[in-house]
Nanobody, 121 residues
């Protein structure tokens, strides 16, 4: 069974930084694209960023470009999201999600349990 375990969330002041991690297991990590998806309080799911299986291609939702950076280490089966200059509106539960293939376009078939990020002074 696919396992995705997020970590790295917490409380941070506006303007601060956090790095989220997603440890993957029970599948061949390097064969699949991965994404970060978030859900703010009282709102729906929002795709944040995706990365293809090799790490060569990345994508971001327009409003986050320049502040967030997605990366992966296929030797460690781990996905990352570096978040800089955080804003209160970034407060959400952040999930990592596994794609059906090597492209981050399309559907997800597995999700982690999520990690809470709270941006507040």
């Amino acid at each position: 069974e696919v396992q995705l375990v997020e970590s790295g969330g917490g409380l941070v002041q506006p303007g601060g930084s956090l790095r989220l991690s997603c440890a993957a297991s029970e599948f061949t990590f390097s064969n699949y694209a991965m994404s970060w998806v978030r859900q703010a309080p009282g709102k729906g799911l929002e795709w944040v960023s995706g990365i293809n299986n090799s790490g060569a291609r990345t994508g971001y939702t327009d409003s986050l470009k320049g502040r967030f950076t997605i990366s992966r280490d296929n030797t460690k089966n781990t996905l990352y999201l570096q978040m800089n200059n955080l804003k209160p509106e970034d407060t959400a539960v952040y999930y990592c999600a596994k794609s059906l293939d090597g492209s981050y376009y399309g559907y997800f078939d597995s999700w982690g349990q999520g990690t809470q990020v709270t941006v507040s002074s």
